[in-house]
């Protein structure tokens, strides 16, 4: 299966650290998206995606760690930034709801998992971690 690039230098947050962990985190949703195509069996589709979610995550709560410590060093009185944590609780929140479908058995949790999984880190990184970067950078972090 080919290899899907889906990273753009749109998506940069302007500080290192983050934007290289954001890349490797690209990398691993370029991967998720090729299940969608994945012709295999119901129970292949959700073996290869239970591992490939799951090192996902593992790597998700590292990076959101990564964060959440740039946040309480360097901005731990900045206003802007408040509810960026509850962002990263609320993702964890939402693998919960999906492990419960998954138990239930809901015939399109595959692909409704893939899509939330990709939009929510599209959308977490152009609004919530913009926002990041510009207050980092103002710290004087790169
Ligand atoms: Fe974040």
Redesign the pocket.
């Known amino acids: 299966m080919t290899k899907l690039a889906l990273w753009k230098d749109d998506y940069l947050v302007g500080v290192d650290k983050i934007d290289q962990q954001h890349k490797i985190l690209f990398e691993m949703l370029g991967d998720l998206l090729t299940l969608r195509e994945d012709v295999g069996s119901i129970d292949e589709r959700v073996a290869k995606l239970s591992s490939l979610v799951e090192r996902l995550n593992n790597y998700a709560v590292y990076h959101?760690r990564t964060?959440e410590f740039l946040i309480n060093r360097y901005l731990a009185n900045d206003i802007t930034i408040v509810g960026?944590e509850d962002?990263?609780k609320s993702y964890a929140n939402s693998m919960q709801d999906f492990e419960g479908r998954f138990q239930a058995g809901d015939a399109n949790v595959v692909n409704d998992l893939i899509d939330f999984i990709y939009n929510w880190w599209l959308g977490?990184i152009m609004r919530?971690?913009k926002a990041?970067g510009k207050a980092l950078n103002q710290a004087g972090v790169r």
């Open positions: 959101f964060e960026h962002a990263h977490h919530v971690d990041l």
